[in-house]
């Protein structure tokens, strides 16, 4: 089977060529890109392959724009330095997304799925009784493998970046249509999620979601006190500045999470 490689890093590329031979030298790199445009045109002259190594971060932009420019057939394994992006990644056409350094495990687990979608295809395709959604069966491959949660958020802090780890996070919180967290130190970061996204992307066992406004972690919860309408009022700590309320239709899973 035929691999194409998106990587725009010379040593990336060394490393993932010799890991991809040590798992399953049954593959053969096909071609190397370094950039959307290289991407694009690569794709648009050769022969779809099988499947597609791609980093997110290249030299000219983020790779979730060859999908806009270009018919993507092949299935994708995103590789990437952070887990910002994996929410988008997962909404085209990949089964899998790897954190570098790559490891030889979490490699060969990214190739299992992929041989079992292949398999799953074979079988649809040698069956013209069987009318199944090859999308539904990608669908299914991925529900089949342990949910990975968010372990870290991405955030600027002046002109650089910062990696905060989720453990780190006491809640988040909306402001103005805005989302933020605050950390245990009471620093507050302003992310790019909403509140239904983090919701999905977060450990329910560590976060809980009070209302439209905020998620909380169990050690932010000080105080919890009754509140008119059958609601509770929870005082956080670090300080939040506005009330948190925990909503009724909320207050009976709410107690259920706070004493796991």
């Known amino acids: 089977m035929n691999v194409l490689i998106v990587e725009d890093e010379d040593l990336a590329v060394r490393k993932l060529r010799k890991l991809v031979q040590e798992v399953d030298p049954s593959l053969e ?13 690569w794709l648009k002259t050769n022969a ?3 499947l597609i190594f791609m980093d997110i971060e290249l030299a000219d932009g983020q790779s979730f724009e060859i999908f806009e420019q270009v018919e993507v057939k ?3 394994i995103f590789t990437t330095s952070y887990d910002e992006y994996a929410l988008q990644a997962f909404k085209v056409n990949s089964i899998d997304y790897l954190l570098k350094p790559i490891q030889k495990d979490d490699l060969q687990r990214s190739l299992k799925k992929f041989r079992d979608l292949n398999v799953r295809r074979t079988e649809v ?3 013209s009784n069987q009318a199944i959604n090859l ?9 089949q493998q342990p949910k990975e949660y968010r372990r870290r958020f991405l955030v600027r802090l002046g002109q650089r970046l910062l990696s905060v780890e989720v453990q780190d996070i006491a809640f988040f919180f909306t402001d103005e249509r805005f989302s933020f967290f605050k950390t245990w130190n009471n620093q507050k970061y302003l992310i790019d999620y909403t509140l239904d996204e983090l919701e999905e992307a977060l450990d329910p066992g560590m976060f809980f979601r009070i209302n439209r406004g905020v998620i909380v972690t169990h050690g932010t919860v000080e105080q919890i006190q009754p509140y008119f309408g059958n609601r509770l009022s929870l ?26």
């Open 235 to 260: 005082t956080l700590k670090p300080v939040f500045e506005k009330e948190a309320i925990v909503s009724r239709e909320k207050v009976s899973d709410f107690k259920i999470w706070m004493g796991k």
């Open 29 to 41: 790199i096909a071609g190397v890109t370094a950039s959307i445009e290289d991407t694009v045109d």
């Open 74 to 76: 092949s299935t994708v």
């Open 125 to 127: 395709n040698e069956s």
């Open 135 to 143: 999308d539904k069966l990608l669908r299914e491959l991925q529900l």
């Open 48 to 50: 779809s392959p099988d």
